[in-house]
């Protein structure tokens, strides 16, 4: 089996899961040759498995001159009805106003670069990460291909579900193979999109993490601060405003709580800001972005995973905060309640509301830290089954397996 994988941007310290479900079906014999819309900068590249697939990865844009005019000259020569009707496809795909048309153009000219390595390569399968730029360049690129080629692409979500006509989801559903659904609830979420023909095409595959690499640690007593942790992209769907605003309530009930925000983000400056003005600059940590290789430690010293964002798919950190024996307190939104059960791996919250927040928090403080430790064992037994990497990756071989021919043959 050989399949193009094709990301926005590949591979990206926000998009490390992808990068892990590669590593996985290369490990299980499946050919994944990996394509990026665009590079990364060197500083999103944190560890050593990063800039090797780096190195192996196909970068669209910026094109070199000759190969872009030599690829679109190849197609017009020899498939020039392919070609023109794969411009007219592009067009009309496009969002609302001149600019989106535009945009398209430049799809158009990405995707025939895509076909012509895959061409090479002997893939006819492309599988798109996200229903962006790269679900775009994969439609388009299996449409040059024509009859034997295919493509598909992994829905996360909650981005494109904000604006689902811009993201053209219900037409990149009815013309994908399949579509691979992170949960139940983004799969419910474009079944309201397309007619119930199109419903057997939408799998659920999660996202897995490696419990081994995410193992229990020792874990001390209750002495020393209560120690919280965050991770993600700090811009404001994420909630961290309410987490340092929960800090300062806990310490005004007389709760020592602190922080750490591990990511990096526009909302920096402001959460930094927000921290002194309400004097808990000192118990209010700023990490910035940090790599797969240290990542474990930050979880291994929290007494405490908090994820109370306002939109999400199935967030990942959330799987490895998890696989990592900590009690998790999150929004009840999307998919989370999939993954976490209310009382017993952890708390949902309101999304939105402080008050909330602050009080499940207070609530694992006043707890003793085995009850915490209880509902951490809840939750990595929840991670091993059903969220491991190993079978997640086969459950997702073997979606490759049933549903592309070529991956029959």
């Known amino acids: 089996m050989r399949l193009a994988y094709i990301v926005s941007r590949y591979p990206s310290i926000s998009h490390v899961f992808i990068l892990r479900e590669v590593l996985a079906l290369r490990g299980l014999g ?16 944190l560890s050593d498995v990063d800039r090797e ?6 970068v669209i844009v910026p094109p070199r001159p000759a190969e872009l005019i030599a690829a679109h000259a190849l197609a017009l020569t020899r498939r020039p009805g392919r070609y023109l009707s794969t411009l007219g496809l592009a067009l009309r795909l496009r969002g609302r106003g001149p600019r989106a048309a ?29 229903a962006n730029v790269g679900s775009d360049v994969a439609l388009l690129a299996s449409h040059l291909g024509g009859e034997g080629w295919s493509w598909s692409f992994t829905m996360h979500g909650s981005t494109e579900f904000f604006d689902v006509r811009e993201h053209r989801l219900a037409q990149k559903t009815e013309l994908a193979l399949f579509v691979v659904c992170v949960s139940q609830h983004g799969r419910s979420q474009i079944m309201s999109l397309v007619g119930t023909e199109h419903w057997d095409k939408l799998r659920v595959v999660h996202c897995g993490v490696d419990p081994s690499l995410f193992a229990l640690p020792e874990r001390a007593g ?4 209560f120690e919280i942790l965050t991770v993600g992209r700090v811009v404001p769907v994420k909630g961290q405003t309410l987490l340092v605003e929960s800090v300062a309530e806990l310490a005004r009930r007389g709760l020592d709580a602190r922080l750490t925000i591990v990511g990096d983000g526009p909302q920096l400056p402001e ?30 010293a929290a007494d405490v995973f908090a994820l109370p964002s306002f939109a999400e798919g199935l967030p990942v950190v959330l799987i490895e905060a998890m696989a990592m024996g900590l009690p998790v307190v999150a929004s009840r939104i999307t998919g989370i309640p999939e ?3 209310e009382g017993v791996s952890g708390l949902l919250v309101v999304p939105g509301s402080g008050s909330d927040l602050t009080d499940s928090l207070a609530r694992l403080m006043g707890g003793t830290a085995e009850e915490r430790r209880a509902m951490g064992r809840a939750g990595r037994e929840k991670v091993v089954a059903e969220f491991q990497l190993e079978q997640t990756a086969r459950q997702l ?12 043959a």
């Open 222 to 225: 209750e002495d020393g601060p």
């Open 30 to 45: 499946v050919g994944v040759d990996t394509f990026a819309v665009r590079r990364d900068g060197d500083d999103e590249l």
């Open 271 to 300: 959460l930094r800001a927000l921290a002194e003005r309400l004097g808990v600059s000192d118990r209010v940590a700023f990490a910035g972005a940090v790599g797969q290789d240290e990542i474990r430690a930050y979880y291994a």
């Open 102 to 130: 535009l945009w398209q153009v430049f799809y158009f000219g990405e995707a025939v670069l895509v076909w012509r390595q895959c061409q090479r390569r002997g893939i006819r399968h492309i599988h798109a990460h996200h």
């Open 339 to 341: 993954l976490v059960e």
């Open 397 to 408: 071989q073997d979606v490759f397996a049933a549903m592309v021919p070529s991956a029959r």
């Open 53 to 58: 697939e780096d190195a192996r990865t196909y």
